[in-house]
């Protein structure tokens, strides 16, 4: 079994940057999309990005011009690069493997299987 392990959380304030990294444990089948979702507590999962093997990419409205996901196929390591973050963009942002890339912005989140989580906290 596939396992996603994600790094890069942090704590910053608002208008600051981090960058997210996914590495898979293997080779991922094509049929599936890597890309990220959060959830904060009491809320439901939301979709960020996802990208697909021809790089084709999705995103949630709430941060579309904001963060830019990216992959390296060659490490097997996927990327979420978070710019002008914000309070609200404070959640566990997971890794996360994605039937399709627009699948981001379906409700309810429908993924196949996720990695643990990095805490990622924007303070005002």
């Known amino acids: 079994q596939v396992q996603l392990v994600e790094s890069g959380g942090g704590s910053v304030q608002t208008g600051g940057s981090l960058r997210l990294s996914c590495v898979a444990s293997?080779?991922?089948?094509?049929?599936?999309?890597l890309g990220w979702f959060r959830q904060a507590p009491g809320q439901e999962r939301e979709g960020v990005a996802a990208?697909?093997?021809?790089?084709?990419?999705a995103y949630a409205d709430s941060v579309k011009g904001r963060f830019t996901v990216s992959q390296d196929n060659a490490k097997n390591t996927l990327y979420l690069q978070m710019n002008s973050l914000k309070p609200e963009d404070t959640a566990m942002y997971y890794c996360?493997?994605?039937?399709?890339?627009?699948?981001?912005?379906?409700?309810?989140?429908?993924?196949?299987?996720r990695g643990q989580g990095t805490q990622v906290t924007v303070s005002s």
């Open positions: 293997t080779y991922i089948d094509s049929s599936y999309k």
């Open positions: 990208i697909d093997s021809d790089g084709r990419s």
């Open positions: 996360a493997a994605y039937y399709n890339v627009f699948a981001v912005q379906y409700r309810p989140l429908v993924i196949a299987y």
